[in-house]
């Protein structure tokens, strides 16, 4: 039976296939919902992104690659977002979902993409392919009427349409990118206009940020709030507490260091949602070559990588960076240097101290000069994601 599988594209009339599949693994799609899907789908397939594994001419496993921007160190970098992964439950246990994940892996390399990220449904699988922890989906929740209290009416605000999609690209770079952020995702201009299309989505814009929020279920919640100023902060987060007087609470994603922590009064609630996704290196000097880095460091010292499944990663590397700028070509020392797995250098990229990568076994040797200077080049502010994909 398994000298039957093999990884192929996807077509369009497979999708019935991959419904049914997906069905078992993740429960029914509504059938309100199943023509978006199915458009969804048939982009992907149409842009050679939706793959399976095949047992014959039968569909017994399936993945996409979303096409998204990633920022880190206040760049953006082409990502390949790993999503819908299904395999059918009579092939689950046959390594099945590693030969479907390896060729996604191997496409999405040839794609162009130098990382990939994904929310794991499971993490043995991931971590065995090179995926490691990198940060968080975080939602906290905050009471409506002390968001109504901050102020900031002397910013004038208007409501967003579609027509606002490139305009608010442009405000999230000129924000996120000076304060190096990691982790959030850049969408396709075209989807945010379609985003700004639905009628459930309610956008204010200032002329150095906005908001987007909606209802979920009788509370509010900010999809995204993006403000260069104090006063624009305010002004943003206190039209969306307007709504104090129906929803008691307003809830949001953001980072753990978003500045409304430090503007209110209260702190959010206790509880907070919080979902981890997974980083993995591609192409592991484009990776380096395409982000950010603090302008304030400069670094040159070497490491070694030990990428089984990318093999083209592996080997001993010089990691140079300078003015805002990194580049990784091969070296070949002899003097003892750290040496990662590809879970290891994966976190390493999203800023996870040496010192808790060799804790857990993912990264050994060199010294502590050469831990002080990979901390130093990769530090940054914590990685969030505001959306699920």
């Known amino acids: 039976m398994s000298d039957e599988l093999r990884f192929a594209d996807l077509t369009e009339d497979q999708l019935p296939e991959v419904i049914r599949i997906r069905a078992r693994s993740f429960g029914l799609i509504k059938p309100a919902q199943q023509e978006g899907w199915l458009a969804d789908a048939r982009e992907f397939v149409a842009n050679g992104r939706f793959f399976g594994v095949l047992a014959g001419d039968r569909v017994v496993a399936a993945a996409r690659i979303w096409d998204f921007e990633q920022w880190w160190g206040g760049r953006p970098v082409r990502m390949a977002g790993v999503a819908g992964v299904v395999v059918s439950p009579d092939y689950r246990g046959r390594g099945v979902g590693s030969l479907l994940m390896r060729g996604v892996l191997e496409r999405g390399k040839a794609l162009g993409y130098p990382i990939s990220a994904l929310y794991p449904a499971t993490v043995v699988i991931y971590r065995h392919l090179g995926y490691e922890f990198a940060g968080g989906w975080y939602k906290f929740s905050f009471p409506a009427a002390d968001l109504r209290l901050l102020g900031g009416k002397d910013v004038k605000l208007r409501p967003g349409t579609p027509d606002d999609a490139e305009l608010l ?7 996120r990118g000076p304060a190096r952020e990691n982790g959030i995702l850049r969408w396709p201009v075209d989807k945010v206009r379609d985003w700004l299309a639905e009628d459930d989505n309610f956008v204010y814009v200032a002329e150095d940020g906005f908001t987007a ?14 403000a260069g100023s104090e006063a624009t902060a305010r002004a943003l987060w206190a039209t969306v507490g307007s709504g104090s007087s129906t929803a008691k609470t307003v809830s949001a994603y953001l980072s753990p260091q978003d500045p409304i922590h430090y503007l209110l009064q209260h702190e959010a609630a206790a509880e907070v949602n919080y979902q981890r996704w997974m980083l993995r290196l591609l192409d592991a000097p484009a990776a380096i070559a395409a982000r950010g880095w603090n ?6 010292t070497e490491f070694e990588i030990d990428d089984v499944e990318m093999p083209a990663n592996s080997g001993r ?5 300078s003015n805002g700028s990194g580049e990784l070509i091969p070296a070949s020392g002899t003097t003892p240097a750290p040496r990662l797995s590809a879970r290891g250098v994966a976190a390493l990229f999203a800023g996870t101290a040496l010192s808790t990568l060799r804790a857990s076994g993912l990264a050994s040797g060199g010294g502590a000069e050469d831990d002080l200077r990979l901390d ?12 699920y994909f």
């Open 169 to 175: 690209l442009d405000l999230v770079a000129s924000v």
């Open 317 to 321: 590397w010089r990691l140079k960076v």
């Open 295 to 300: 302008p304030a460091v400069s670094v040159d």
């Open 376 to 387: 130093a080049a990769f530090a940054g502010a914590t990685p969030y994601m505001l959306d």
């Open 213 to 226: 929020y909606t209802w979920d279920g009788s509370e509010l919640r900010v999809d995204e709030l993006v």
